[in-house]
């Protein structure tokens, strides 16, 4: 299985910072990693699939880079409302489908 | 207006059944695969398993830590997506959610998450 491993596993940060979360693949996956948005007592929210394409429904201050392995979320400028907790997922190599361990992000 | 509502999470005893269901409404249910994902605060999100759209063959596919115990099924008729737990253990407790897998709406499917429930506690203890 593929194993896929996010950095770090909580991050603290202010109103307007750039955040980088970061999500390693233990084998190439190409572009087929997802990335999710949870909020706390809410289900995941699709944030972004095919590595950089942002959903429907999200600003653009949120992005996604990436090819292979080593792949990026990016928030350009933090906002109270993307306190929440990140998380990746590969869809390149299944069954099993399998996601990173999450990231908290939180305010400092 | 995707919604996805699970249903039939509870208390249940180890090595005991459970079904679970989760109705669909808001896009064609028949031309999506739809998925089964699972989460305890010590392991994160976990891939129970899914099942493809039916002009997909309706197959399904299963993690293997479920793979015998768990079966995924869906009635198109009624655009609910089940499943069925059996064997459970103390390792299943966990939040469960019902997802629909990515797809272009003729059935071919992109096997990530567009849309989830809200999710049902199932909780196994005696």
């Known amino acids: 299985a593929i194993q896929l491993t996010q950095s770090p596993s909580s991050l603290s940060a202010s109103v307007g910072d750039r955040v980088t979360i970061t999500c390693r693949a233990s084998?190439?996956?190409?572009?087929?990693l997802a990335w999710y948005q949870q909020k706390p007592g809410k289900a995941p929210k699709l944030l972004i699939s095919?590595?950089?394409l942002l959903a429907t429904g999200f600003p653009s201050r949120f992005s996604g880079s990436g090819y292979g392995t080593a792949f990026t979320l990016t928030i350009s400028s933090l906002q109270p409302e993307d306190f929440a907790t990140y998380y990746c997922?590969?869809?390149?190599?299944?069954?099993?489908?399998?996601f990173g361990g999450g990231t908290k992000v939180e305010i400092k | 207006e995707v919604q996805l509502v699970e249903s039939g999470g509870s208390l249940v005893q180890p090595g005991r059944s459970l079904r679970l269901s989760c109705v669909a409404s808001?896009?064609?249910?028949?031309?999506?695969?739809m998925s089964w994902v699972r989460q305890t605060p010590g392991k994160g999100l976990e891939w129970i398993g899914f099942?493809?759209?039916?002009?997909?063959?309706?197959?399904?596919a299963y993690a293997a830590s479920v793979e015998g115990r768990f079966t995924i099924s869906r009635d198109d008729s009624k655009s609910i997506a089940y499943l069925q737990m059996s064997s459970l253990t103390s390792e299943d407790t966990a939040v469960y959610f019902c997802?629909?897998?990515?797809?272009?709406?003729?059935?071919?499917?992109?096997?990530?998450?567009?849309?989830w429930g809200q999710g049902v506690l199932v909780t196994v203890s005696s």
């Open positions: 997802t629909r897998l990515g797809g272009d709406g003729t059935g071919y499917y992109f096997p990530f998450f567009d849309h």
């Open positions: 084998q190439n996956i190409d572009n087929a």
């Open positions: 997922q590969q869809f390149n190599n299944y069954p099993p489908l399998t």
């Open positions: 808001g896009f064609r249910f028949g031309d999506y695969g």
């Open positions: 099942i493809r759209a039916n002009s997909y063959g309706g197959t399904t």
């Open positions: 095919d590595a950089s």
